[in-house]
């Protein structure tokens, strides 16, 4: 049952750990012809005329973009966060519902296997690709950033492990959704926009005093990337609630599934 779902999600996976393997290999590729000494004073000249609260919400007021590292801490990880969510998210809403979709799961009630046998294989299988995601992604950028030069190598890899915090909670999120329906169109606008929602909550959060409180309804506030840029530490309350509020949601998922009608 578990090599069934780990052959049938890998295809998905593969593709979604390219582009970010090719988002970066470009980076890495072109990132030191374009940042001369000329081009970091203009970038510097530049970054001064934005206004301190737009920089704090890409940590450019905490990281100089003059090196590969540097652009990591700002602007990389942001593609990291939203790319590993976006994938978690849809993993989420499919993994389950793809059997009822694709009229499969007929087949799959035939087997000796109880429902929950089959949502714990399949859970078990959605965040072991997550969780390889993030690891693989930030072993290939550990290499490239070793042979573009010196690098706070703690501090990278703490922050390379923070994107799963965030995603496993989306992915948990989605697939508890996804057991209140049977078609995975319905529920995949939804994990999108969780996603896309969250991600503009954090940024918005950034921006004042006034808005700050958005942070506590943002789960990539989870990630906890600024802190860990400035402490060099991962927060154990954002590890512990983000582990907590996946294993809540599965639970529910659990739960909801053995309960729900399938067609």
Not at 68 to 86: D, H, M, N, P, R
Not at 147 to 158: A, Q, R
């Amino acid at each position: 049952m578990f090599k069934r779902e780990m052959k049938i999600n890998l295809k998905s996976f593969l593709i979604w750990t390219a582009i970010l393997i090719g988002l970066f290999l470009v980076v890495f590729l072109v990132y030191p012809s374009i940042i001369s000494s000329e081009n970091v004073e203009m970038i510097d000249t530049m970054m001064k005329i934005f206004p301190e609260e737009m920089l704090k919400a890409f940590n450019m007021d905490i990281s100089s973009i003059d090196t590969a590292f540097g652009w990591l801490k700002s602007e990389g990880f942001v593609f990291i966060l939203l790319i590993t969510g976006i994938y978690s998210g849809i993993l989420g809403s499919n993994i389950l519902l793809k059997e009822e979709s694709d009229k499969t799961i007929e087949y799959l009630n035939s087997l000796p296997v109880t429902r929950k046998k089959i949502a714990e294989n399949k859970i078990i299988c959605g965040l072991f690709y997550i969780i390889l995601m993030v690891i693989i992604v930030g072993i290939f950028n550990f290499i490239g950033l070793t042979l573009s030069g010196e690098f706070d190598k703690k501090s990278y890899i703490l922050l390379s492990i923070t994107p799963m915090f965030s995603s496993i909670v989306i992915f948990s999120i989605c697939l508890f959704l996804s057991t209140f329906t049977h078609k995975t169109k319905k529920t995949l606008g939804i994990s999108l926009g969780i996603v896309f929602a969250s991600y503009f909550l954090n940024i918005i959060s950034e921006l004042g005093e006034s808005t700050e409180f958005l942070k506590y309804i943002s789960i990539f506030t989870l990630a906890d990337i600024r802190n860990v840029i400035i402490d060099v530490a991962i927060n154990p309350l954002m590890a512990i609630l983000a582990i907590g509020i996946t294993l809540i949601f599965i639970i529910l998922t659990i739960i909801h599934y053995e309960r729900k009608e399938l067609v």
